[in-house]
């Protein structure tokens, strides 16, 4: 049997954060999209179940546009259950305007709440709060010779603090046994083991949304074999559009259009690294453990790094311009040899983020982040600028000058008040201001 885990799609979201108001409109109806598609897969790839593991939505105040998208996702696709554990971001307004919820939804709350699925898979959940936080993880009984998922949204921890809400802490779920922890709450793919039997996920958000959530983002496909008691799980890169933070060592660069050479470079055919997917992995114990034989609950359980050949999943939709030739023509991924396991290669579609580092000269270098951001536009979907280069003095050079420039270098870096960059960036606008050139970055 087939489940999709997801969590922290955060539909709605403003997505105000260094866009224009168009296109965080644009965004906006991306996110939503985006989980249409999710469905819209796991209904081509016979997929039982969907397990939305927290903040499903990101504000108190839904969009009928973003409430309607759901509900009719939902109820056109009764074929698959939808498993929805409410996050921090997420209110009861979603769920109170509805006099009944479809037969295919199941929702939790603060106790915890079991549905079996199929013959052998059982899927609890538990909604952490201030009052049961103390109480919530001694309170989990589950069935040994079942399947066991667990849902939760919080933050993961091996200690934490007791009086803390949506805090998991992780080793008090030992030998409940679970095989399948289905955690929300962090952005980014996240596993671990919960004891010899069971493994803990966070799948990461469906769309990263600004440039603290760069990479690949999508969902965690899991293949549950209930005769056996074993579950593959398989991440599944799956966003729209993605995020990427490039550094630049710009050193030595004196105009701004050789920086821009320089970025471009650095651009051409560049690969990010980012996690390795996770590929065919059984949930359980080591391949040690598997090759040992080692049983529990009546299941044998392992992992194992071979991949699935001939998957109908490997035709999960990829970027239309996912890889772009010389002279923008799409080139299929298969075919690219550049992108290694764990990389990715940045496209057209993607949102960058450029990091100038390195040296610069004090009196050569002067950055016009707006023309590089400009130059740069045309060929992303959104373009960031960040200076975070290091000016470089030579005092050596004004010791013996008695012109105003040397004596305008030597009060400066006199004044002791002033940090190291402070004095050299106070230089180097004053340098620019008395060859009477246009002062930029200077506030």
């Known amino acids: 049997m087939r489940l999709i ?5 955060h539909l709605d979201s403003g997505m105000r954060s260094n866009l224009s108001k168009e296109k965080a409109r644009e965004r906006k109806k991306e996110l939503l999209l985006t989980f249409q598609r999710m469905v819209d897969y796991a209904a081509e790839h016979a997929v039982s179940a969907i397990l939305i593991a927290g903040d ?6 839904i969009s009928a546009t973003a409430r309607h998208a759901v509900w009719d996702a939902v109820c056109s696709h009764s074929e698959i259950t939808f498993f929805y554990l ?7 307004h979603f769920l109170a305007e509805r006099e009944t919820l479809p037969e ?26 201030e009052e049961n ?15 066991n998922i667990v849902m939760l949204h919080g933050q993961e921890t091996k200690t934490g603090a007791r009086d803390k809400a949506q805090i998991i802490r992780l080793r008090e779920l030992k030998h409940k046994g679970i095989d399948y922890l289905a955690l929300g709450h962090v952005h980014a793919y996240k596993e671990g083991k919960v004891d010899a039997r069971g493994v803990w996920c966070y799948p990461g958000c469906l769309e990263g949304r600004g440039f603290d959530e760069c990479g690949e983002h999508g969902f965690v496909l899991l293949d549950v074999d209930e005769e056996a008691g074993t579950c593959k799980r398989e991440f599944m890169p799956f966003a729209g559009r993605r995020l990427w933070e490039v550094p630049v060592d710009v050193s030595g660069c ?12 650095a651009l051409c055919g ?11 992995m059984l949930c359980g114990q080591t391949e040690k453990d598997l090759q040992e034989g080692q049983m529990f609950g009546g299941k044998t359980f392992g992992h194992s790094m071979s991949e699935r050949q001939g998957s109908p999943d490997e035709s999960i939709p990829a970027y239309p311009d996912r890889i772009l030739g010389e002279s923008g023509e799409t080139v299929s991924s298969e075919n690219n040899s550049e992108a290694l396991p764990g990389q990715c290669v940045i496209t057209g579609r993607d949102l960058i983020k450029i990091i100038l580092t390195g040296g610069l000269d004090v009196e050569a270098a002067q950055i016009d982040l707006e023309y590089l951001r400009k130059a740069l536009e045309p060929d992303y979907y959104f373009v960031k600028i960040s200076d975070e280069t290091k000016l470089r003095v030579d005092t050596n050079r004004f010791l013996l000058d008695e012109s105003l420039k040397g004596e305008f270098v030597r009060t400066v870096m006199a004044a002791e008040e002033l940090s190291e ?21 200077c506030d």
């Open 133 to 147: 936080a103390g109480s919530a993880f001694h309170s989990l009984v589950l069935r040994p010779e079942a399947f």
């Open 5 to 9: 885990h997801c969590a922290d799609l």
């Open 421 to 441: 960059e402070e004095r050299a960036a106070v230089i180097r606008c004053g340098l620019r201001a008395i060859a009477g050139e246009e002062v930029l970055g």
């Open 254 to 265: 004196g105009q701004t259009t050789e920086m821009l050479e320089r970025v471009r470079e």
């Open 270 to 280: 560049q690969t990010m690294e980012t996690f390795e997917p996770v590929k065919g």
């Open 104 to 129: 295919n939804f199941k929702v939790f709350g603060t106790e915890w709440i079991s549905y079996p699925l199929g013959e052998r898979i059982v899927i609890s959940g538990l909604e952490l709060s």
């Open 86 to 92: 409410k996050g921090n971001h997420d209110t009861e």
């Open 56 to 61: 499903l939505f990101d504000t108190r105040q």
